[in-house]
Nanobody
Framework: QVTLEESGGGLVQAGGSLTLSCAAS????????VGWWRQVPGKDREWVAS???????LYAPSFRGRSTISRDNGASTVTLQMYSLRPEDTGVYYC????????????????WGQGTQVTVSS
């Protein structure tokens, strides 16, 4: 079966940085689009960033310029480096995978991890 496992979440002070990692298994990672999402209690899940298997990268406006998504096809992993963190960045971060040839960065994803908690204190 397909599994996505996030790690790297934790508590960080405002202005600090954090790197999240996601390990994928059970799918053709090099032919799969990947993305990161965040969910805050009481809110819908929000798209953060996405990387296509063709090398394209897009960020949500609130994360553009202070985060970096990258993928390692050989290791079947995707990471999200976040900088200048703010308390409003707090939430559960999920990695997700999207199969197919058409890239929809903020669209529907087929596979999801269990999430990792990120808490930014002021």
């Amino acid at each position: 079966q397909v599994t996505l496992e996030e790690s790297g979440g934790g508590l960080v002070q405002a202005g600090g940085s954090l790197t999240l990692s996601c390990a994928a298994s059970g799918l053709a990672f090099s032919r799969t689009h990947v993305g990161w999402w965040r969910q805050v209690p009481g809110k819908d899940r929000e798209w953060v960033a996405s990387a296509s298997y063709g090398g394209q990268i897009l960020y949500a406006p609130s994360f553009r310029g202070r985060s970096t998504i990258s993928r390692d096809n050989g290791a079947s992993t995707v990471t999200l480096q976040m900088y200048s963190l703010r308390p409003e960045d707090t939430g559960v971060y999920y990695c997700a995978a999207q199969s197919g040839t058409t890239w929809a960065p903020a669209g529907d994803y087929h596979y999801w991890g269990q999430g990792t908690q990120v808490t930014v204190s002021s």
